[in-house]
């Protein structure tokens, strides 16, 4: 079984900067892609951004310029710098992780963290 944590969400200025965080552990041989989706309140789950296990990254075109997603592979742990946050930004944030535990693939979710942005 795999657990995946966010962190660094929370309140925010419009212009400011956010930093996520996804703590991945558990039964993990690596994880091929980790992504971050985000749900705004009566809309569904859209991707944000995405970056495989050989650092090929995928924006949004909402996002693309502002957003940064990164991983950490040692320690199975994916980021996601927001800068010059909007007010459309705000939603709940997942980060979604595709991951091989050594014998199978499966699809994992954490379980999301807010970010308001103020206008």
């Known amino acids: 079984q795999v657990q995946l944590v966010e962190s660094g969400g929370g309140l925010v200025q419009a212009g400011g900067s956010l930093r996520l965080s996804c703590a991945a552990s558990?039964?993990?041989?690596?994880?091929?892609?980790l992504g971050w989706y985000r749900q705004a309140p009566g809309k569904q789950r859209e991707l944000v951004a995405s970056?495989?296990?050989?650092?090929?990254?995928n924006y949004a075109d909402s996002v693309r310029g502002r957003f940064t997603i990164s991983r950490d592979n040692a320690k199975n742990t994916g980021y996601l710098q927001m800068n010059s946050l909007k007010p459309e930004d705000a939603a709940v944030y997942y980060c979604?992780?595709?991951?091989?535990?050594?014998?199978?693939?499966?699809?994992?979710w954490g379980q999301g963290t807010q970010v308001t942005v103020s206008s």
């Open positions: 979604n992780a595709v991951v091989w535990d050594g014998v199978r693939v499966a699809n994992y």
């Open positions: 970056v495989t296990s050989g650092g090929t990254t």
């Open positions: 558990g039964s993990i041989f690596s994880i091929s892609r």
